[in-house]
């Protein structure tokens, strides 16, 4: 199984922290917060990775190389101008003919990548999206899901009125290459805006693995959320926390 990281943002919300560094490559508990999620891949036993790298590419090039040092085989899809979340699989659509893992290469998660892909499995699903579960949703993409766990409505960053869930996508995707029937060749796209809305549309089969006991998420999106998880990992107050380290 192939998986591709999304690590081509520059996290302009973490200034001065991202002036010289792109923000998937921010260091956490001795590791770059990328690292991270290519070490929980190759647990899972995924180790033939497309990385997406477009901010001060080469940092994050020079550090992973062919990715032999971390057990894995690591190719990368640089981005000239930015394409967006799922337009970024554009480029590698012709690499992604088997079921294949999406990663936000700038979160960090404890998620269960094996159970997620025994339920996307079971449910014969499209596409599969970890959720978790977020008291303040307006940042997310907010998702409403069926006893079953089918997908049945999604929206992005909705107004603090417009919250009807607060199951958000985790960044942690599990895709079939129907998937990208609805990424178009030229133009950015995204999977919160454009497609995971053109596909419910469609009927296709969307599910929702919601993120249960042991699977925590950490978003790390300002200077202050991510000087709180430096202090977290230097501290260790976590459970979840040491299982990355």
């Given at each position: 199984m192939r998986a591709f990281l999304?690590?081509?943002g520059e996290g302009q919300r973490l200034r001065p922290y991202t002036l010289e560094t792109p923000k998937p490559m921010l260091a956490l508990g001795g590791r770059p917060i990328l690292e991270h999620n290519v070490r929980l891949l190759a647990a899972a036993g995924i180790r033939d990775l497309i990385i997406n790298t477009h901010y001060r590419a080469s940092t994050v090039e020079g550090y992973f190389g062919d990715g032999a040092a971390f057990g894995v085989n690591i190719t990368y899809s640089r981005e000239?101008?930015?394409?967006g979340t799922a337009g970024a699989l554009a480029p590698v659509r012709g690499e992604l003919r088997e079921t294949?893992?999406?990663v936000f290469g700038d979160n960090l998660t404890t998620l269960d990548l094996g159970a997620m892909l025994a339920f996307h499995r079971e449910r014969r699903a499209d596409v599969s999206i970890a959720l978790f579960a977020r008291e303040n949703a307006t940042a997310s993409g907010v998702v409403e899901v069926t006893d079953g766990g089918r997908i049945v409505r999604f929206v992005e960053k909705p107004k603090p009125g417009e919250v009807f869930s607060n199951w958000v996508n985790a960044g942690y995707?599990?895709?079939e290459p129907a998937l990208l029937d609805f990424v178009p060749d030229t133009?950015?796209?995204d999977f919160g805006r454009d497609v995971?809305?053109?596909m419910l549309r469609a009927g296709r089969p969307l599910y929702g693995y919601c993120m249960g006991e042991g699977e925590d998420l950490w978003w790390i999106d300002s200077c202050a959320e991510y000087e709180q998880m430096m202090a977290l990992f230097a501290g260790q107050d976590n459970a979840n926390t040491s299982r990355l380290m």
């Open positions: 999304l690590a081509a000239a101008v930015l394409r294949f893992v999406v995707l599990i895709c133009i950015p796209w995971f809305p053109a």
